[in-house]
């Protein structure tokens, strides 16, 4: 028979202690697909009505002249096309442009999961189109509730950003601690797609499948208390054709058509739940406890 010191024993709890995060991190779901647009409808429809409806002109430089006019968002080529086209009649609209955007808000909203965007635009002074989410109503205003810009590209650049902005990283000026923006070199105008990987305290970018960067939840309660963390509620997502007013892209073009086309958007949630990640703490507490010795 096999026994065991006091400090034998104890060398042996922790290292089966140690496996638990492992045997936990093993019984979590996998990503089940609970949203997609795979804008499949015929040339010329407008997108689905069930899952988006154009966002409002606004003040700011993305919605300073979005219009809802179905020239500038519509399907093409199995893909939503988002346009910023010059106005052929500023006696009806005064906008020197009018431009597409579409949002999921109020038809579909969620937290924490997996998001995939496939996209493609071109490259011309003042293009300024994105890919990216805003927090669904009830919800403070910007930037106290947040911003997560999945995709944004500027101008004649390849190369894409993603960023966070929040009351923490906007008023406060946090905007490397810790690090809020992320940007690399790439062929924008190709297709690729734009991932982001949202759980309780982390964002992770990527392209292709390749990260590109990440932003955790902090642990420090001060910049918890300041807004470094908005983000455990419900946000919607926003895909658009906008145009610079030189304050970061340049000044739009206004004789000129810009595009960006989506093929896809699809958002993905683990199968889990909280209650089954506790059941499932409890049977890994039990695996270990009975590969412990009879005699312990």
């Given amino acids: 028979m096999i026994t065991y010191s006091i400090f034998q024993r104890a060398a042996l709890l922790t290292l089966l202690m140690g ?14 697909l609970i949203f997609s647009d795979e804008f499949d409808l015929p040339d010329g429809s407008a997108p689905d009505s069930t899952k988006w409806s154009p966002c409002p002109r606004e003040g700011a430089t993305w919605s300073r002249w979005i219009s809802d006019a179905h020239e500038v968002a519509y399907i093409q080529d199995r893909a939503l096309l988002c346009r910023a086209i010059p106005n052929p009649d500023r006696r009806r609209d005064r906008a020197p442009m009018l431009t597409g955007a579409m949002h999921s808000k109020d038809r579909f909203s969620f937290m924490y999961g997996k998001v995939e965007i496939r996209l493609k635009t071109n490259l011309h002074a003042g293009n ?8 669904q109503p009830p919800a403070k205003w910007w930037p106290y509730g947040g911003e997560v810009d999945i995709f944004e590209s500027i101008n004649t650049e390849n190369r894409a950003y993603h960023t966070i902005h929040s009351h923490w990283t906007y008023h406060l000026g946090n905007q490397s601690n810790p690090q809020h923006g992320f940007n690399e070199e790439m062929s924008v105008a190709e297709w690729h797609v734009y991932g982001l990987e949202w759980t309780d305290s982390l964002f992770i970018w990527t392209v292709d499948g390749k990260e590109t960067g990440r932003y955790p939840k902090a642990k420090n309660e001060e910049a918890l208390e300041n807004g470094q963390w908005p983000f455990d509620h419900p946000f919607y ?4 054709q906008s145009v610079g007013d030189g304050s970061w892209a340049v000044k739009a073009d206004t004789t000129y058509t810009y595009e960006t086309y989506f093929d896809y958007v699809r958002v993905y949630q683990r ?9 499932g703490s409890k049977t890994s507490r039990r695996r270990i406890w009975s590969w412990l010795p009879w005699n312990w």
Avoid at 19 to 32: D, F, I, N, V
Avoid at 237 to 240: E, G
């Fill in 128 to 135: 300024f189109p994105a890919a990216w989410m805003m927090p």
């Fill in 271 to 279: 199968t889990d739940s909280a209650s089954q990640m506790e059941r």
């Fill in 19 to 32: 496996l638990l995060p492992a045997a936990m991190q093993a019984q979590k779901g996998k990503y089940e």
């Fill in 237 to 240: 997502l926003i895909l658009n």
